[in-house]
């Protein structure tokens, strides 16, 4: 007896509903059963989840399934299922690909069996594995290559690559679909198998000049829920065919070419492309049927480059104009063809050169040379015509002349800009002349003009005030300092003389004071001088060239005499005879305190060295009397006692701050007497004011008034002396041996001629007519002492330079 069961089971997995379908099948004998159980679950499930209970749906105890030793025994497969031997339960041990298990199979299943002992019994189980959309379709390559050249019509087919899905059923690759394309999109097709498939087709003419590549993207969709995909890049790759000429880059040329060009020189370049590739790009160039045999022999066309260079003498007065056609043929099947008319115009060459011919050239000229003179004449010319014969003629634009056209191709150079030449001495003037030819071609001729020096400029001292310091006591002839001044014109207009400008100060000249020699500047004191007399002097000294007429100029000196601690100090108080002891007598009851006595010294050196200090060199008693250091005042240190001597002898020394410092000593001898004058008990206990008038310094005053009116007078005399000192008479000139007797008196009232030099800078000997005449003005009252005289000259004595011209005997 056989029955059929059909039973459905539910069961939840994860995300989604699984459903398991149960049908059982029984069979019963007797002894033996024979029953196909069937269940129906979806892959993929998770270990443990159960399948269905074999204890209910096959009738077993479930309390004797142990004892049954209940077991599983899979066919043919690995144990993907178990039974739980305590609820009876099958359940899944381990995930199931049904793709894996059974591949492309439209139905899979697995076949079980269950035992059980006491007794024997087998139950024959069958799993039915159910798919689902657990994988995208795929393609057997990334990438789908196609060539299809360009000429191919619409509509025209090409079969694609098909995608792969392992699912079955509805869950496998159900349509296609294209990326948007101008010029193509796809069918899509059933195969017997029911497979499905994509045909590309052709919407549009492909052009490769215009898209030589077309990239699509193919995406295959399957019919799941939810649907997956997967995609492909097609690639179409677009074949050219001979569809396009040469074209050249201009149609028409026309080209100039230079006469005498040499052989192979390029011409032109002629470029023809071609929008094809490969062979159907390749372009050869040739002549046309209407060009001339002797375009053909003069210019050489290149096949391969179209480069046209020249093949044969080029003469402008020969052959002007060629004309000539080029055609450029590609190397297709199918050749095609380019044209280009070219018109090549042969022009006349520069080549000769112009010349220049200096007709009249003035040098040397002097610096000093009017505006607008004529310098040079010059005259140009070019053999060529038109253009390349017009010539222009040019100097160089940094220089003080500049051309005036005076006829056709004639020039004068003249002066434009005052000339120097202390700045320029001499100008290399190149004359060049260039024609209008393309390219110009130019000659050139240079002359050197020389200028001649004339006398325009004044000898220039570095410094316009000269500070010289002269420390006092100085040697008679020291040299004090050079003075030397520039002239940057030529030979004689650059000898300079110098000398000092006369400048009287209480009488007396300052050439007495001071010489310079007339070639160098050496600038001399002709006596020593004394600070306390004379501090400074200011006088001005003259550099004069030899020029015609002569320039000159002048420099202020400034003379310092710089002091030196060589006077001692004098003591003016306390007043006393030379040698002797100064005698003070003072009461014995002088306070503390009281003024003694005051020395005052003074010193007739400068600021510096003239201060003064005081000190005690003896003292009978150091601790009776003060002496204040800056203002020589002597005062009491305590009173006076009955053990203190009636005699105190005091030794004060007065020394100035100079280096060596100098000094001067006053002894003062003091006597303290009993008696006093006025007691100073009588006087209030109020401090003593001191009286400026007192005896003492009432005496001091009168010292300094009588050393002051002594000295006033004495100055006095001096210059009243000075005054009436005879001047020397004009009449006669004084001889040799009385100028020289004068100069050994004072050597401040002469001034030494030394060498031939300063001679000649001061006189001018008339040999012929035995005369000495001066050179320029000498200072009156001035006189020369001459060691010799210059040889040559018939002179035998020397005069008085106060006359301009002086008789000498012959």
Same mark, same amino acid.
């Given at each position: 007896?056989? /029955? ?24 019963? +004998?007797?002894?033996?059963? +024979? ?88 139950? /024959? ?100 829920? *939810? ?88 003469? #402008? ?195 007495? $004071? ?9 600038? #001399? ?190 100055? $006095? ?30 050597? +401040? ?40 005289? *210059? ?20």
């Amino acid at each position: 007896m056989m /029955n059929s069961h059909t039973r459905r089971v539910s069961r939840t997995m994860e995300s989604y509903e699984r459903y398991v379908i149960l049908a059982i099948i029984f069979s019963f +004998a007797r002894y033996t059963s +024979a029953s196909v159980t069937h269940y129906s679950i979806p892959e993929e499930m998770k270990e443990g989840s159960v399948v269905a209970n074999l204890a209910t749906d096959l009738t077993l105890d479930l309390k004797t399934l142990n004892q049954r030793k209940m077991r599983l025994d899979i066919i043919g497969n690995k144990k993907y299922l178990d039974v739980n031997k305590e609820t009876g339960e099958l359940y899944v041990v381990e995930k199931i690909d049904r793709e894996y298990i059974c591949n492309t199979k439209s139905s899979c299943y697995l076949k079980l069996e269950v035992i059980l002992d006491n007794p024997v019994r087998i139950f /024959n189980i069958e799993v039915e594995i159910l798919d689902i959309n657990d994988n995208a379709p795929q393609f057997r390559r990334d990438a789908i290559h196609l060539d299809i050249s360009e000429a191919t019509a619409r509509g025209e087919r090409f079969s694609l690559s098909n995608a792969v899905d392992p699912d079955v059923g509805s869950n496998s690759v159900k349509t296609y679909h294209l990326s948007e394309s101008e010029f193509f999109n796809i069918e899509v097709q059933t195969g017997r198998d029911g497979s499905k498939f994509a045909d590309l087709i052709l919407k549009k003419t492909l052009d490769r000049e215009q898209q030589p590549v077309h990239n699509l993207i193919l995406t295959a969709v399957d019919g799941g829920t *939810p649907a997956r995909s997967g995609t492909a890049s097609v690639i179409v790759r677009v074949l050219d065919t001979n569809d396009n000429a040469p074209t050249f880059d201009k149609e028409n040329l026309n080209v100039k070419v230079m006469e005498n060009s040499p052989i192979g020189s390029l011409v032109v370049d002629l470029n023809a492309t071609d929008l094809d590739e490969g062979s159907n790009s390749d372009i050869t160039y040739s002549y046309s049927l209407y060009t001339s045999e002797k375009t053909q022999e003069t210019f050489n066309l290149n096949p391969a480059t179209g480069e046209i260079t020249v093949k044969g003498v080029l003469n #402008y007065e020969d052959f002007r104009i060629y004309d000539m056609e080029v055609i450029a043929a590609d190397k297709g099947a199918t050749s095609l063809t380019g044209q280009c008319t070219i018109k090549i115009l042969v022009e006349d060459m520069n080549d000769n050169h112009p010349e220049i011919s200096i007709k009249s050239f003035q040098s040397p000229v002097t610096e000093n040379i009017e505006l607008d003179t004529v310098i040079a004449v010059v005259s140009v010319s070019d053999k060529d015509s038109g253009d390349n014969g017009i010539v222009d003629l040019r100097v160089p634009g940094n220089m003080p002349f500049k051309l005036r056209e005076s006829s056709d191709n004639y020039y004068e150079l003249v002066v434009s800009e005052p000339l120097d030449r202390e700045k320029v001495p001499e100008y290399d003037i190149t004359f060049t002349v260039t024609d209008r030819g393309s390219p110009p071609l130019s000659d050139n001729e240079t002359m050197t003009l020389e200028l001649l020096d004339v006398n325009d400029n004044v000898p220039q001292f570095p410094q316009s005030f000269y500070t010289i310091r002269v420390m006092e006591n100085n040697a008679p002839g020291a040299l004090l300092s050079s003075l030397t001044a520039f002239d940057p014109d030529l030979h004689e207009n650059q000898y300079l003389v110098y000398f000092i400008i006369e400048k009287e100060i209480a009488n007396t000249s300052m050439s007495m $004071l001071f010489s310079i020699n007339p070639e160098n500047g050496n600038l #001399y004191a002709l006596k020593t001088f004394d600070y306390e007399i004379e501090k400074e002097f200011l006088f001005h000294i003259e550099a004069r060239d030899s020029g015609s007429p002569p320039l000159s100029s002048n420099v202020t000196v400034h003379i310092i005499i710089v002091d030196q601690n060589d006077n001692a100090p004098v003591i003016v108080s306390p007043w006393r005879a030379h040698g002797s002891v100064v005698e003070e007598k003072i009461p014995r009851s002088t306070d503390k305190g009281s003024l003694i006595a005051k020395v005052i010294a003074l010193d007739t050196d400068s600021v510096h060295n003239s201060r003064i200090t005081y000190q005690f060199l003896q003292v009978t008693d150091a601790t009776l009397f003060s002496l204040d250091q800056y203002n020589g005042e002597i005062r009491t240190m305590r009173m006076f006692s009955y053990r203190d001597p009636r005699h105190q002898r005091l030794v004060v020394v007065a020394k100035d701050n100079g280096e060596p410092a100098l000094s001067a000593t006053v002894t003062i001898k003091l006597t303290t007497m009993e008696t006093a004058v006025k007691a100073y008990s009588d006087m209030t206990e109020e401090p003593l004011e001191y009286d400026i008038f007192s005896d003492i310094n009432l005496y001091l005053v009168i010292g300094l008034g009588s050393v002051s009116f002594l000295l006033l007078i004495t100055i $006095l005399v001096t210059i009243v002396i000075k005054c009436q000192k005879p001047k020397p008479s004009k009449a006669a000139p004084p001889s040799r041996n009385s100028v020289i007797s004068e100069r050994n008196s004072t050597i +401040a009232d002469s001034t030494l001629v030394s060498n031939d030099a300063y001679w000649y800078s001061l006189f001018l000997a008339e040999t012929r007519k035995g005369k000495l005449v001066v050179r320029q003005p000498l200072p009156k009252g001035s006189r020369y002492i001459v060691s010799s005289i *210059p040889r040559g000259t018939g002179l035998t004595d020397t005069s008085d330079s106060a006359a301009s011209t002086l008789q000498y005997p012959k």
